[in-house]
């Protein structure tokens, strides 16, 4: 049996393909794209036949999402259907599911009540972590995003579900490692010990700051510069400074740095602010972390609250934990077979 993992997101699309026989794992394929579903969503088809040329044996397909909420739909709705429509006129012959708040559904199904399955990718993401921690808060920084994902006795319990309601009960912080506006962030920052307002341009991203601290290399700046520039230290460092209106030419080196720091902190106050809110309405003092390169903001939120900090790496590779909402949509079809097969386990 060969399962194919989708998790079609805004900017990224991450993919993941199994081969299992006789209830073990012979291979496993990830992949990760930039595609971004604001401009293309029409050729979303396309991208996946593209995707799978190489794998055309699929016997299952597992979907999450989170494009509908691209503006390129005028609705959730709108979104939901369209992409699970090109999905379908890819996958026709094969058994597909799509990860909701309600379980895996069929196409059918999903069309009588499509919201079901409006960036439920993190149900998928708890499905899989569960077998590591029991008992602990998922915490997920990608592109765009931080996710606060707390499970109890092997169950999410999170209060909200949709996006609006995660961010009103801090579960969903709009802040990530690559793609999150600068000005997003701060409003002022201290500039030669001076508090110095800051442009509202798309001057410069979070990307480049976590460039510029060694967070993050050039191969994990997967997403476009503000400027369509180079993705080196010198054309991050330049279009930082433009966050307050400078250059290269008029502000120094140290002090670039210095705000390149200033602005990690910030985003590691946004991260601590929602999982302070989460842990005191849970009272679970585990964490298990990941993160795109090696800011670790999450950890560095959490030992902030004391709490015990696990790494995912621990458990699976850095290529793994980037796509691991495809792998746990997997995981969910896995866990509805009589002979569960567990994709992920504790040591």
């Known amino acids: 049996m060969k399962i194919i993992g989708l998790d079609i997101g805004g900017a990224n699309t991450d993919c993941t393909i199994i081969k299992i026989e006789n209830k073990n794992i012979i291979s496993m394929k990830k992949d990760r794209g930039y595609f971004p579903m604001w401009k293309e969503n029409t050729q979303l088809q396309r991208y ?20 509908e909420l691209a503006d390129g739909y005028l609705s ?19 058994k597909v ?14 069309k009588n009540n ?5 960036a439920a990718n993190w149900i998928g993401t708890a499905e899989i972590i569960k077998y590591i921690e029991e008992d602990c808060i998922f915490m997920d920084i990608g592109s765009t995003t931080t996710d ?32 999150t506006n600068l000005s997003s962030i701060v409003h002022s920052v201290p500039i030669y010990e001076k ?6 341009e798309f001057f410069s991203i979070t990307a480049d700051v976590h460039r510029i601290l060694g967070n993050i290399n050039e191969e994990d700046y997967t997403c476009p510069t503000p400027d369509g520039k180079e993705k080196d ?19 120094e080196n140290d002090e670039i740095i210095k705000l390149a720091k200033y602005l990690e902190t910030k985003q590691i106050c946004q991260i601590y602010d929602g999982l302070k809110e989460v842990v005191e309405r849970t009272n679970i003092k585990t964490v298990l972390v990941t993160s795109i390169g090696n800011g670790n903001l999450c950890e560095k939120a959490a030992k902030k609250l004391k709490l015990n900090v696990i790494s995912l790496d621990a458990f699976m590779s850095k290529k793994a934990s980037n796509v691991l909402t495809s792998i746990g949509a997997i995981q969910m079809y896995l866990d509805t077979l009589d002979d569960t097969i567990i994709l992920i386990k504790k040591v």
């Open 97 to 110: 599911f799509f990860v909701t708040f309600d379980g895996l559904k069929t196409y059918n199904e999903l």
């Open 233 to 251: 230290i010198i054309s991050c460092k330049r279009r930082l400074a433009r966050l307050v209106c400078a250059d290269l030419d008029t502000l």
């Open 148 to 179: 606060i994902i707390p499970i109890k006795s092997k169950k999410e319990c999170a209060l909200g579900h949709s996006d609006l309601e995660r961010l009103s009960t801090g579960e969903l912080i709009y802040t990530g490692m690559l793609r």
């Open 76 to 94: 959730k709705k709108e979104g939901v259907l369209d992409i699970s429509k090109q999905v379908m006129n890819v996958f026709n012959d094969k």
């Open 195 to 200: 508090d110095t307002r800051v442009s509202s």
């Open 114 to 118: 499509p919201l079901i399955a409006a």
């Open 48 to 67: 996946l036949e593209k995707l799978i040329k190489n794998d055309p044996d699929i016997d299952v397909v597992c979907v999450s999402m989170t494009a």
